[in-house]
């Protein structure tokens, strides 16, 4: 097993070009570019469209982490159902909007967890009424896995950290990589399809728990790995931070598919703008992720120019 010296110490282009070979060995020169219609999208010639796909969050935009990255910047843009009855109501709403799909999320509570044992029901529910329901759930309790496999959701996601140091500075959280560990452990216990999350440059734009989470996700398994990168948002406390270098996503995104051959890994929503997003993306085509969400235009050119089948739709990249 390498550690990560050997992953930082390796051109950046051999390991691209190891990862690529391998990617060709266990996967078609297809691609799915995603874009999930909560922001609007337009890559030339794909547009998304309002409402098909939605995002809702249990807590509203409160948490009681308050990460560095985030800040609860993200939960804002969420669709708030703080009870049980309003989920309902909104689920109704949504699907008369003519939404198919919803990832539903939340704040953390002091522990760790996504306050989802309240809404178990609800879940069910809009299962019931034929809509693709993914969560990100945070750290995973038994009782809760349980429960997500009872009410049929279709995919949980969770951020899986490799680094004790970034649990505890960055999500201002008293727990250990071994939490993380069991989460995925839950997941796979109970029959459900984990779709861990690993953010590129989460320490404060410095690699550092990276590689230890994909031997995690390597180690205890899951349906799929989506890869994202540290967003520098304005309003929290890495706001101002440069982008990380999309040699360090490269060198993520070649590790992830040389350990894990066969896993079909995506490039996710949170990226830097500017031109280190349009270099990230063009590492992932040359690794051969099977998805990138809201890819630029030149992005989809080059795919094509390497030979590669685009598709496309407007729910989450881990909807293959």
Known sequence: ??????????????????????????????????????????????????????????????????????????????????????????????????????????????????????????????????????VHSGLVRPEVARGLKAAGVDQVLLDIIGDNDTIREVYHLDRTVEAYRESLRLLAENGLAAVPHVVVGLHYGRIRGEFEALRMIQEEGAAQLVIVVLEPLPGTAMAGLP????????????????????????????????PVKEAMERYAVDVGVQSIAYPLPATIAYARSQGVTARYHQQCCSVL
């Open 1 to 134: 097993m390498m550690s990560t010296a050997n992953w930082l110490e390796e051109r950046v282009e051999d390991l691209v070009a190891r990862a690529r070979a391998t990617s060709r060995a266990h996967f078609p020169a297809e691609i799915l570019f995603a874009a999930p219609s909560q922001k609007h999208y337009d890559g030339g010639e794909y547009r998304n469209e309002p409402h098909h796909f939605e995002t809702i969050s249990v807590t509203g935009s409160a948490c009681a982490l308050k990460c560095d990255h985030c800040g609860t910047r993200i939960l804002q843009s969420m669709h708030a159902a703080k009870s049980p009855a309003r989920f309902r109501s909104l689920g109704i709403e949504l699907a008369q909007q003519g939404a198919e799909g919803v990832l539903v999320s939340g704040g953390c509570l002091e522990d760790g967890t996504v306050p989802l044992d309240r809404f178990l029901d609800a879940l069910a529910e809009l299962k019931a009424q034929g809509m693709r329901v993914l």
């Open 243 to 274: 982008p990380v270098p999309a040699e360090d996503v490269a060198r993520v995104l070649a590790a992830a598919r040389l350990m894990m051959p066969e896993m079909p890994i995506s490039l996710g929503c949170a990226k830097p703008p500017g």
